[in-house]
């Protein structure tokens, strides 16, 4: 073991882990996240992804030790309490069925929009394609992709739901 | 670290008031949350937070009593606590929408638990899409009944008879003085009800109160948003893979290299020295290790060594050579005395063609019900109500063998469907806790009380010594009812007397999942010299001997690892396609065959979402398509012929229903008449169109697939679908259609990717890319669904729902093979319309 320093959704933590540990693990069973998931650990599916440096990153193949930069996960993405634009067009979508994915599919949609807000379906679908959804919701998540790209246009919205948690 | 273990505060309190018994009885969990309108979370920690409760044992709460099922707290909101489970469909909020309009309570002031054990009532979990066409009912009735109640003790507290009084919003009052009032909260709240209800299984519990007409209705209706979607979106739900228990452990499977083989050595110290290795536990052939954190467990049972022998022979056929073995296999002899014995309490009520018949008495009813002939089938094994049973002898109608020989043409194909896997978005998980001499289970199992029973019957403990609590995992569709982790964790947390979280890991979950039965089907069909299809000979055969029920403490894998033999393996089916046409002579029969080895191997079968309803389905309706092409015939117009050939209908109206769904579908697409294939095939892109219909229960769907096919590639895009379904009353629109739309994606799936490859001893696609999923690039670019969902029937108020978690997926295999056909001018009868094998069939015919 060996102490490790990780910044997760503003917070700073030092951690006695092995540096080789996946980071997933670390986040969920150390810091006690829930929204990053294993749903492969071989970087396929997408269950596990986190927002480091501006990208969505496997977390269930990065080691902790190379995790430079803040991590924010799902939990990180709500600011002041409001979730973001994101998130929202989700709820007003109604996208998930079991949801299980959704980590993965929101991470990804928030790191794409964040690069280009403005996306055409075809971007959409090539951003999402390596992340997976075994309920097939794709066609809603693609439907809350849009939904967020108008509300973000038009500013936040103003009815935004208040974090839950 | 931080501390993973506390609770929050509210959670807390709840369970001291537990501990102390207050407001205990009949294993309720009478106490009020105080915080509403966040019922997932809410549930979900009420559910997880179980762990620290009541130390057992642990009876089956009384679902003669009201007070079961539903609490009402001071605060003048209420609990309902119900017997399913919701794998994804939004049916916990459909729940919440009937009882609230039973009830007589805002919707919002309530929540909804489901499917622990020890506090919800058995009402199986979930399956079968039964959730609203028959897990409702009781639901609805209690909370009726409950509001009955209440009046009778408002009549008692105002001093005026209940008829002239009304409720909103669990307010009563008098209608001719609405400042007398008294809430449901003031009269109960902190009591029971005490009040029984009669019946003698829980699908019959009722008070004497009736329940509500449909247009009384008011939450039941309305596309409510989904209670559990918030909590998903922004991360707080708490999963079953969230649970983490004070000195829990984790545990990883070691699975033999190879099917059927026998372990002869394991050399500890390969791993001994490993950080926070603990043990490695095994009988039989099961192997698994045990270390202090997750990671550590990975890979511990990564680097034990192990040593293993092949079985002599192999287990079973390449994929490659599935199907010629099966041509020549000789079907499975069922036994005589299964035969004679009665159908299994709580088996769901079955129609002819439904994937299956459950047993004698349905089928009679069915075959009074469709015309067709059903001969009496073998009810299904006593432990395992769902599981199907084979059709043994041939259905038949009219004089097909005549009608062959007077046809004036026959045509005939046979049609291959591959196994096709569950592979779970996640392996399969549980948390085993095995103190105080008792074992709670933490797992998102759809039948979590089916694998209460069975876990305690797997480690010879009483029933009431266990509990399931089920909470939220990645989604259901049969494999979570076959939980091998929960088992496995359970019997790993004795041994070592810790708590156990056991995860399947990718490769295993989709190289050892339970699969969906491979199929062979042969068809033949005669046309007279008008066209049209005067007889018709459907013979199916599954791959389906040894059918793994449900949590069955002796066909689990870890069961059978260990050397657990069942005198007679399961039979499995193969079912018959569901459709109302009036083909005057028919003939059906399906046949179970049986890989050489039926223990111990990855190609164990097991429900597959509409459990071998799709490959029936795809064969038949392609048939269908064959035949309207042989007769040069407009595919949608020969259909909509054969519906209305026979004036006859049946009290479902299932003739109609039929012609409705066939015609709202073909509205909606812009249909327009010609026969198959398209003529013009001359682009780079060719595009055709198709159309498929068929029953799954009582609801009928009728869908269109246009493709477009790049001749250079064998790409297969569905650039457009459409859905006309009927499935009866619909409680929530938006989350029906949402899982229309999303079990139609799966149809397409396992239409153009989905296919389990073996050699002759293991499964070798054990990843996303060696076994293929649909993917966010093959989603169509437009999607109509249409809810045909008006009352044939104008005598009758009350159109009940039906069932609607599995049928779109049905008919989508074959819509899409008969777009591909329309397209390219070439029937391929093999899915998955890879585009390998489309390229292929291609450039054999020049195309």
């Keep these: 073991m060996s102490k490790i ?4 959704n503003g917070r700073l933590h030092t951690l006695d882990v ?19 998931r294993f749903g492969c650990g071989l970087g396929q599916c997408g269950a596990c992804k986190v927002i480091i440096n501006g990208a969505a990153v496997f977390s269930c193949i990065t080691p902790v030790s190379s995790a430079k930069g803040e991590v924010t996960t799902l939990e990180g993405l709500s600011q002041n309490g409001r979730l973001d634009p994101v998130q929202q067009a989700w709820i007003e979508e109604q996208a998930p069925q079991c949801g ?14 964040n690069k280009n807000p403005h996306p055409t379906d075809a971007q959409i679908r090539e951003a999402m394609n ?20 108008k509300n973000m246009a038009g500013g936040a919205p103003k009815d935004a739901r208040e974090v839950v948690a | 670290m931080i501390s993973s273990n506390r609770l929050p505060k509210q959670i807390e309190d709840i369970l001291v008031m ?12 009478a106490v009020s949350f105080g915080v509403f309108g966040s019922g997932a979370l809410e549930r979900a920690e009420a559910q997880s937070s179980a762990a620290a409760g009541p130390h057992g044992p642990y009876r089956d709460p009384d679902y003669h009593q009201i007070d079961s099922w539903i609490v009402i707290h001071e605060d003048n909101t209420a609990t309902f606590y119900v017997g399913t489970t919701d794998p994804g469909q939004g049916t916990g909020t459909c729940f919440r929408q009937l009882m609230s309009d039973e009830l007589d309570i805002a919707f919002d002031k309530t929540t909804c638990i489901m499917g622990s054990t020890d506090i919800t009532v058995d009402q199986v979990g979930s399956g079968g899409s039964s959730a609203l066409e028959r897990n409702s009912w ?8 409950a509001r009955r109640v209440l009046l009778e003790m408002g009549s008692q507290r105002l001093g005026v008879p209940a008829a002239q009084l009304t409720v909103t919003d669990a307010v009563i009052s008098v209608k001719d003085d609405p400042s007398r009032r008294v809430t449901y909260g003031e009269l109960i709240a902190g009591k029971k009800f005490n009040v ?38 922004d991360g707080s739900l708490k999963w079953a893979v969230d649970v983490k228990l004070p000195g829990m452990v984790h545990a990883r499977n070691v699975k033999p290299p190879f099917a059927c083989a026998k372990l002869t050595g394991i050399d500890e110290s390969s791993v001994k020295g490993l950080p926070g290795f603990i043990k490695v536990v095994h009988k039989g052939n099961y192997v698994a290790v045990v270390c202090e954190r997750e990671e550590q467990a990975i890979r511990a049972a990564r680097q034990l060594k192990t040593t293993w022998t092949k079985p002599a022979t192999s287990p079973f056929p390449s994929s490659e050579d599935l199907f010629s073995y099966m041509r020549a296999a000789a079907p499975v002899e069922m036994p005589p005395s299964a035969a004679e014995s009665e159908p299994a309490p709580g088996s769901r009520p079955a129609v002819e063609g439904d994937a299956g018949l459950r047993n004698q008495g349905s089928a009679r009813a069915a075959s009074a019900d469709s015309g067709i002939h059903v001969p009496p089938s073998r009810p299904p094994a006593a432990r395992n109500p769902d599981m199907r049973a084979p059709v043994s002898g041939p259905v038949v109608v009219g004089d097909p063998d005549g009608a062959f020989s007077g046809a004036a043409k026959i045509i005939e194909a046979e049609y291959e469907i591959p196994f096709q896997g569950h592979t779970a978005f996640a392996g399969a998980h549980a948390l085993a806790d095995p103190s105080n001499g008792q074992m709670t289970v933490y797992t998102n199992d759809m039948k979590s009380y089916g694998m209460r029973r069975g876990i305690a019957d797997f480690l010879g403990m009483p029933h009431d010594s266990v509990r399931v609590i089920w909470m939220m995992g990645p989604q259901g569709f049969g494999r979570s009812a076959a939980e091998d982790a929960a088992f496995e964790a359970a019997w790993i947390a004795r041994e070592i007397s810790r708590p156990v979280r056991m995860q399947w890991m990718r490769e295993e979950e989709t190289a050892w999942d339970t699969k969906g039965p491979a199929f062979l089907v042969k068809l033949r069909g005669a046309l007279d010299g008008a066209g049209n299809l005067i007889a018709y000979d459907f013979h199916a055969r599954s791959c389906d001997h040894n059918h793994v029920g449900y949590n069955e403490p002796d066909t689990v894998l870890i069961a059978q690892l260990m050397g657990s033999r069942r005198a007679t393996p399961a039979a499995g089916s193969a079912a018959m396609p569901s459709d109302m046409y009036a083909i005057p002579n028919r003939k059906m029969v399906g046949e179970v065959v049986g890989l050489p080895m039926l223990w111990e191997t990855p190609l164990r079968t097991g429900n597959l979402r509409d459990p071998n309803g799709p490959q029936p389905t795809f064969a038949a309706e392609s048939f269908i398509d064959e035949a309207a092409a042989a007769a040069k015939a407009d595919p949608l117009e020969f259909r909509l012929k054969m519906l209305k050939a026979d004036a006859h209908d049946d009290s479902g109206f299932r003739r109609a229903r039929s012609i409705a769904v066939l015609e709202a579908a073909a509205k909606a697409y812009g249909w327009e008449s010609r026969p198959s294939p398209n003529p013009i095939r001359n682009e780079r892109i060719l595009t055709g169109r198709g159309i498929a219909y068929t029953f799954r229960g009582n609801t009928v769907v009728a869908e269109i697939a246009e493709v477009e096919i790049d001749r250079q590639t064998g790409h297969v895009w569905a650039k457009r679908l459409v859905c006309a379904h009927d499935c009866g009353f619909v409680v929530n629109p938006a989350s029906l259609r949402h899982t229309i739309e999303c079990g139609m994606l799966h149809g397409l799936s396992r239409a153009i990717c989905e296919e389990v490859q073996f050699d002759t001893r293991n499964v070798t696609s054990r990843d996303w890319f060696s076994y293929q999923t649909l993917r966010h690039i093959d989603v169509p670019e437009r999607i109509d669904i249409v809810l045909v969902n008006g009352d044939p029937n104008p005598e009758r108020p009350d159109l009940p729902p039906y069932g609607a978690g599995e049928a779109s997926l049905k008919p989508m295999l074959a819509a899409i093979g008969n777009a591909v056909y329309d397209a390219t001018g070439i029937r391929i009868r093999r899915i998955p319309f890879r585009r390998e094998r489309v390229l292929a069939a291609l450039k054999t015919a020049s195309v």
């Design chain 1, 5 to 8: 320093e990780l910044k997760v």
């Design chain 2, 138 to 145: 009781p639901m609805r009735r209690v909370a009726a009944e």
């Design chain 1, 18 to 36: 092995e540096p080789d540990t996946p980071l997933l693990y670390v986040l969920r069973n150390d810091l006690d996240l829930r929204g990053p």
């Design chain 2, 196 to 233: 029984s209800l009669t019946g003698n299984n829980i699908n019959r519990i009722t008070g004497q109160a009736k329940t509500k007409s449909n247009p009384e209705l008011k939450y039941a209706g309305q596309s409510l948003q989904r209670d559990d979607i918030p909590p998903k979106v």
């Design chain 2, 18 to 29: 537990h501990r102390r018994g207050f407001l205990k009885s009949a294993g309720l969990l």
């Design chain 1, 100 to 113: 299980f994915c959704q980590n993965g599919q929101i991470i990804t949609a928030k790191v794409l929009l």
């Design chain 1, 130 to 149: 390596g992340t997976l959804c075994r309920c097939m919701s794709y066609f809603r998540v693609q439907s809350a992709i849009k939904r967020a790209v």
